[in-house]
């Protein structure tokens, strides 16, 4: 007769728990597909019942939503945290756009384009589409400002220098989402020479800058 004791069942803390279930959908938004993200899909990720996730969630939506302004704001604050680390303005805006336009980047460029697309038909996703990008916009712009506050950039108006960059960005990862990987130099560098451009900067500042951040120290 076996003498093995049941394993006690752990109860996770709630806050833990949608946590979890955050962090699960958030992976398969960025490797799946926001399309992807159901109640049954992420109870076969974490090995529960789908009766758990709709206890959090009680409509797939919200959890889309939740799964998209996650993996968003995890991007954000890794391109360009609120609290950044020493270095001048120039430095960190070329950490920025050298990490934006990279390989690393695409997965997330991709949701991006997948949420927008999404959000024409989802009303609680387009809400959460308008916050992100809100805080992408403030984030850009608060680094510009700082710039021009220091005499590192010169720009009339930090807002629309914010948004002419962001349009780039937004246009080469369209590019590369539809496999478009022969792209001349002057066009994958186009969010460097803008920003260049826009802040008075010399050509080929900040591309120096993103190279120097890439050695090793």
Request: charged residues 30%; hydrophobic residues 45%.
């Amino acid at each position: 007769m076996s003498s093995s004791v049941p394993r006690k069942r752990i109860r996770k803390d709630p806050a833990a728990r949608r946590a979890e279930i955050v962090d699960a959908a958030a992976g398969v938004a960025l490797s799946e597909g926001l399309e992807c993200v159901t109640l049954r899909r992420i109870a076969e990720e974490l090995a529960v019942r789908p009766g758990l996730i709709s206890h959090y969630f009680p409509s797939a939506e919200d959890l889309v939503a939740e799964a998209f302004g996650s993996a968003a704001s995890a991007e954000i604050d890794a391109l360009l945290p609120e609290e950044r680390p020493e270095g001048t303005p120039t430095e960190h805006l070329a950490r920025f756009l050298a990490r934006t336009t990279g390989e690393a980047y695409d997965a997330v460029s991709r949701l991006w384009i997948n949420a927008r697309h999404l959000s024409r038909y989802r009303e609680v996703l387009r809400e959460r589409v308008a916050v992100q990008e809100a805080v992408w916009r403030a984030r850009l712009e608060g680094l510009i400002r700082q710039g021009v506050e220091s005499g590192e950039f010169r720009t009339a108006d930090p807002l629309v220098t914010t948004l002419q960059i962001l349009v780039v960005l937004d246009g080469l990862g369209v590019d590369v989402n539809v496999g478009d990987e022969d792209l001349p130099e002057a066009v994958t560098r186009m969010a460097f020479l803008t920003a260049e451009r826009e802040l008075g900067l010399d050509a080929g500042t900040l591309t120096r800058a993103a190279g120097a951040a890439r050695e090793p120290r």
